[in-house]
Every structure is written in structure tokens, then in C-alpha cells.
């Protein structure tokens, strides 16, 4: 009987032990979320029409990308990948991953259809980002137009219809062009905008060198060399991903 009372007291004792493990461990998952604010992330493009070095004009200007990724500043927060704690933000295509906020695309972007883009809206910590991140990859969609490919631009050179597209992978970091200012979210209304500089990239790339070989009346520009013209299409890919800068658009939006 009296085995039997010390085995009674020490499963007590251990279930007791147990319980207060378990429930020191909620009150720690259970704390104070950190604040948020909403933040909106656009897209848009610097286009001023026909340019006159090779009087190309662009109707449609189409690109896919994967995913955007906002990281935060370590010079703001430790990181330590163990003590930060921005609470739990993994709604649909919302993945929080210790240092960085990774939206899951794709994100199909009509930069000329309107001035701005809009590409999601969301809470986000209030925090200081260090840069935003995002990834080109080819459309999936069978019923896009970008179907297959990253990027798809169509417009006339010297009068003659063109299409350029391209299929590739890349990670572009891109941040204010003043290293002062911070992807700073507070509780209001922040917003932000991936720009395009077009006319820069059809100062850099000189179109008028594109030819139609087989006489179809389209000029065609992409890697698989129609018309001769794959080196145009390395080059214009390579000026599209140079030519990306990060706008505050918070001012415009608290008017």
C-alpha cells in the first residue's frame, strides 16, 4: 500500500511538472503580437513615348514575377534567426521566415496598362525593411499571354510591328536610390512602387538594328533567334533588369 501512494504522489508530482512546462510555454507563444501597418506594393514604369533614337513606340509592356520578398534591417532588429518573434503571418501566399516576408506569386505586371500597378495589399510588421526583393521567373498560366515567358513587349520600330519576349530566372535586390531612406512601415497607409525605366532601357538597346529576315511584316526579338535578332533580345533582357528603382509612394497617397 504504501509503494503504491509514493508511486500515486510521484506520477502526480511529474503530471503537475508537466502542466506547468506546458503552460509557461503558452503564455511565451501567446505574447504581445507585434504592431502592424498596411502596406501596398505596385508596379509601374518611366515611359515618355516614341523614342527618337530609334523611333520605337511600345503598346504593351508584360512582366512575370515569382515572388517579392521584404527583409528586414539588421541594423534595426537582432538576428539571430532564434529571439525575433513578428508573430504568425502565413495567411494564403503570406510566408513569415524570421528575417523576411516572402509573398508567393506569381505576380503577372501590365506596367503600361495604367499609371500604377497594383500587386498586393497587406499587414505587415511595423519594422524597417532593408530592401525589397523579387524574382523573375516564365508564366505558367496556359491562358496568359505571357504564357512560357518572363517578359513580353510589342509596339512598332520605324512603323514595323515588333514582339520581343524572353523566358528567364533572376533575383533582383533593388532599394531607394537615396541610401538615407528605409522601407520604413508605421501604422498607416504605406505604399510602395517597383518602377521600370523604359525609356532608359530603349536608350541603351538600339532597336533599329532589329531586322525581319523572313519578311513576315513583325519584327520578332527573343533568344530562339527569329530573324536573326537573339543578341537584341540578351541585350534588352539584361537593360530590363537594370533599370529597376524602388518609389515612395506614401506621400501621394496620404493626399
Known sequence: MTTLKLKTKTLALMFALLL???SCSDDSDNGTMTPTGTLN???SATYSGTSGRNATEVSRFLLNLE??????????????????????YDDDGFVNADDEIELEGPFEIDV??????????????QAIYEELEFEFDDNENPN??????????EGTINGTPFEFWYDFEAEVEIDYEDSNQDIDVNAGLNAIIINFDLDNILNQVDLSQATDTDEDGLIEINPNGDDGNASLAQALKD??????ELL????DDDD
Not at 77 to 88: A, L, S
Not at 112 to 124: R, Y
Not at 144 to 153: H, P, R, W
Open 239 to 244: 537593360a530590363i533588369k537594370d533599370n529597376i
Open 248 to 251: 515612395d509612394d506614401s506621400d
Open 144 to 153: 496568359s499571354d505571357l504564357f512560357g515567358k518572363t517578359v513580353l513587349m
Open 41 to 43: 506594393i505596385s508596379a
Open 112 to 125: 503600361l496598362s495604367t499609371a500604377t500597378t497594383n500587386l498586393v495589399t497587406l499587414n505587415v510588421p
Open 67 to 88: 515572388e517579392i520578398e521584404l527583409e528586414f534591417d539588421d541594423d534595426n532588429y537582432d538576428d539571430d534567426d532564434d529571439n525575433d518573434d513578428y508573430g504568425d
Open 20 to 22: 506547468g512546462i506546458t
